[in-house]
């Protein structure tokens, strides 16, 4: 599978953005898919989860209320709709998906909010 991230930028706090996430190839294996992020110095860290089928979803406390996770199955396309955004969502985020046998990544998009 393939991962293609897209939508990040510099915003100002209190702003919004929306990150997409393009799958290509073998998809129809994907169970779920999420959103990590990776701020300068610290762990990657789990932003949010989607599955497939059922579409249930998992935020992290520090996003809850403010994210939004969705996919439109027809586009294989995963979305993140962040909202309120603050300072300390500065990050690299990375589109993943996991199979049974395969987990994939994109290659990220930066995401700067301003103060």
């Known amino acids: 599978v393939q991962l293609v991230e897209s939508g990040g930028g510099l915003v100002q706090a209190g702003g919004s953005l929306r990150l997409s996430c393009a799958a290509s190839?073998?998809?129809?294996?994907?169970?779920?898919m999420g959103w990590y992020r990776q701020a300068p110095g610290k762990q990657r860290e789990l932003v949010a989860v989607?599955?497939?089928?059922?579409?249930?979803?998992s935020y992290a406390a520090s996003v809850k209320g403010r994210f939004t996770i969705s996919r439109d199955n027809a586009k294989n396309t995963m979305y993140l709709q962040m909202n309120g955004l603050k300072p300390e969502d500065t990050a690299v985020y990375y589109c993943?998906?996991?199979?049974?046998?395969?987990?994939?990544w994109g290659q990220g998009t930066q995401v700067t909010v301003s103060s």
């Open positions: 993943n998906a996991r199979s049974a046998l395969i987990t994939s």
């Open positions: 190839g073998s998809t129809f294996g994907i169970r779920v």
């Open positions: 989607i599955t497939s089928g059922s579409g249930s979803t």
